[in-house]
């Protein structure tokens, strides 16, 4: 194990983690949000709102349940001590956002058979695979495309996809919205560290930098085309909540100045895709990988 690799102990140890997350922001929460705040009646009630409530949640179980994982292999490949211990904080994290979307999706009394089925018809191929290509990956020991893959693409997702979550379930869900801000901050550490991790370990080795290019080149693909097969598939459920709750719906902007209401859902993805785009392209750049495949539609 390499003790003079220059990561160092320190912002991402896990002593600083302990004080920062669960004596920190988790501090008296139950399932990452306040204790107090259970799933509304609105809700609980059959119609086309709890339809995608339960959609987000199911895609939301998948992916941090693919998190736990990669993490948990990535641990098992890292080989400095400071990489290790911040990965064994990090499969923690995915653990308890795995389950505090489940255990959302139980107050609703959907069966974990039942979400996980909902999960997989409803979400696009493309990003199954890219879930599935990213576990293979850590499977077949590519430390550095393991983590991109997941530290960097899918997490860097985070920053434009949590917020919009956040401010569509505002006026629904406040406990929901407590659960995936918790969530977001923790992204934010793990992006953190992906970038810097990444951005010290290619500029050394060359040979690892080819590898990792052309599996983020493979990345951004799949990636791009989600996003279409979502607005092919999934965009009337989402249009036909905000038509059961026109009053609600009012209050929320996706796009800044522009109630949710007067929104297309093709508008709303394609805004997001295009800041997700540009985010990752940001996040390359300064790792030092050339983001040409995501910067092309963004
Ligand atoms: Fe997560
Ligand atoms: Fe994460």
């Known amino acids: 194990m390499n003790h003079t690799d220059d990561f160092r102990f320190g912002h991402f140890s896990i002593d600083r983690w302990m004080r920062t997350v669960p004596g920190g922001y988790l501090a008296d929460t139950r399932f990452g949000r306040a204790p107090a705040r259970d799933v509304p009646d609105l809700l609980l ?11 987000d949640l199911a895609l939301f179980v998948a992916a941090e349940r693919t998190g736990v994982k990669v993490a948990a292999g990535m641990a098992r490949l890292a080989d400095d001590e400071a990489t290790v211990t911040f990965l064994a904080s990090q499969v923690l994290d995915e653990a308890r956002h795995f389950e505090a979307f489940a255990a959302r999706a139980a107050e609703l009394g959907v069966p974990p058979e039942v979400r996980d089925r909902l999960g997989l018809d409803f979400m696009p191929g493309a990003y199954r695979t890219f879930l599935d290509t990213v576990l293979a990956t850590v499977d077949d020991g590519d430390f550095e495309a393991g983590l991109i893959g997941l530290n960097v693409i899918l997490e860097g997702m985070a920053f434009p996809l949590y917020e919009y979550e956040m401010r569509y379930w ?3 869900d406040p406990g929901l919205v407590e659960v995936v801000e918790g969530a977001f901050r923790d992204e934010c550490r793990h992006v953190g560290f992906g970038e810097k991790r990444l951005a010290h370990r290619l500029a050394r080795d060359p040979g690892a930098r080819r590898r990792v290019q052309k599996k983020v080149d493979e990345y951004a693909r799949l990636m791009r085309a989600a996003f279409d097969e979502f607005l092919a598939t999934s965009v009337a459920m989402y249009d036909a909540a905000v038509r059961e709750h026109p009053d609600l719906c009012a209050q929320v902007e996706i796009i800044p100045g522009r109630s949710l209401l007067h929104t297309s859902t093709e508008d709303q993805v394609r805004w997001l895709e295009a800041r997700i785009l540009q985010g990752h392209a940001r996040r390359l750049a300064r790792i030092g990988l050339d983001a040409g495949r995501f910067e092309a539609a963004a």
């Open 45 to 55: 009630k059959d119609g086309a709102l709890r339809d995608v409530y339960m959609l």
């Open 170 to 172: 505002a006026p629904f």
